[in-house]
């Protein structure tokens, strides 16, 4: 199995490139010159600062053989004892300075990650975030799992990576559906950064898995159960703001009870945004709404998931009314 290397390792490493490509470009010797190893005294004594708290063995012992160099490259740099106790004490003072303005890196981007992940819906796994993190991995994956109800399972494997600035973020992350019935087994998606579904929810994965459309950001996305990634994730059907699809303006076109408040009206568009089945009443008569994009639709459900259709011509009700059909899409829709 190949080693992996620690983030200890990989710092040195880019020194190690460093001084290979100062040689390069300049005579070899200038790596030893008296300038040059300065400034990799003081990359090492970035580098112990950075991690002195890491709990990972191969680092501590890292830093441990870390230290022994840089205390000999201290000797070779200044023979003298009082000249090396002047440099300690002017050291250690920017040296504090120094790891101040990384400890306020750090919990920045800690802050900024425990964001993204909560605003994911995965608040209550960033723990094991944290400890990932704190055993110096550069990447890893956390499990979750979530009972969206009773009857059916949600699985996630979130990928975590520090980029090259030392910074970690959210990957991208894995989510499947098990329900009782095993109607939606084998179906998954994979959210990347910078992917169509970059915005989704871990909420809205399930609505996704399930064949409901998601609003994510400006564009409604639905999978595309016909067409898959190599992965065996499915493709996203992506519906800009220029296909056309108004949601507000559909559901103000029907003639329904809970309408009447703008609060509840709000919260309304907000879960079929989400990839809900909302359920409505009309003329006091109870029926369920879903967001269907592609036909620039809202679908509407009666007892027992019966799709009601209603005339188009109807004065009282101007539903919409499209049941699941395979027809030709038209322009503006994309497939991701």
């Known amino acids: 199995m190949e080693h992996e290397l620690s983030r200890i ?23 030893e010159s008296r300038p040059f190893l300065k400034d990799k005294l003081d990359y090492y004594d970035g580098l112990l600062l950075k991690y002195r708290h890491t709990s990972n063995p191969d680092e501590r012992i890292g830093l441990n053989v870390l230290r022994k ?3 000999d ?10 000249s090396r106790l002047l440099n300690r004490f002017m050291r250690s003072i920017m040296s504090e300075r120094v790891y ?21 819906g995965f608040a209550k796994s960033f723990h094991l975030v944290e400890r990932a993190i704190q055993k110096g991995s550069r990447e890893f994956t956390i499990p979750a799992t979530y009972y969206i109800n009773p009857t059916d399972r949600m699985d996630f494997d979130l990928s975590f990576k520090m980029d090259h600035s030392g910074q970690y973020t959210m990957d991208s992350y894995h989510a499947s559906c098990k329900t009782e019935d095993n109607s939606i087994e084998h179906r998954y998606l994979t959210v990347k950064k910078d992917g169509p579904l970059e915005q989704v929810t871990a909420k809205q994965a399930y609505h996704l898995l399930c064949g409901r459309a998601v609003c994510n950001g400006q564009d409604w996305v639905q999978l595309d159960f016909n067409d898959k990634y190599p992965d065996g994730s499915f493709r996203a059907k992506v519906f800009p703001p220029d296909y056309g699809f108004d949601i507000e ?15 509840v009206k709000h919260k309304i568009i907000e879960d079929l945004k989400n990839g809900e089945k909302v359920e409505v009443h009309t003329n006091r008569k109870k029926i369920e709404l879903q967001a269907n994009p592609q036909t620039q639709s809202l679908s ?37």
């Open 100 to 120: 101040k303005q990384a400890s306020a890196g750090i919990s920045n981007n800690m802050n900024q990650l425990r964001s993204d992940v909560s605003a994911a």
């Open 9 to 31: 390792e990989q710092d040195l490493l880019r020194w190690e490139n460093r001084e290979q490509n100062f040689s390069r470009l300049f005579k070899p010797s200038v790596i």
């Open 73 to 82: 490259l201290e000797l070779q740099l200044y023979p003298r004892f009082i």
């Open 69 to 71: 160099n840089r205390n």
């Open 300 to 336: 509407v459900f009666g007892g027992a998931n019966n799709v009601i259709q209603f005339p188009m011509t109807a004065t009282a009700f101007k539903y919409e009314v499209v049941q699941e059909q395979k027809n030709e899409v038209r322009n503006g829709m994309k497939i991701h």
């Open 249 to 263: 303006r559909k559901l103000s076109e029907l003639n329904i009870d809970e309408l009447q408040s703008p609060q």
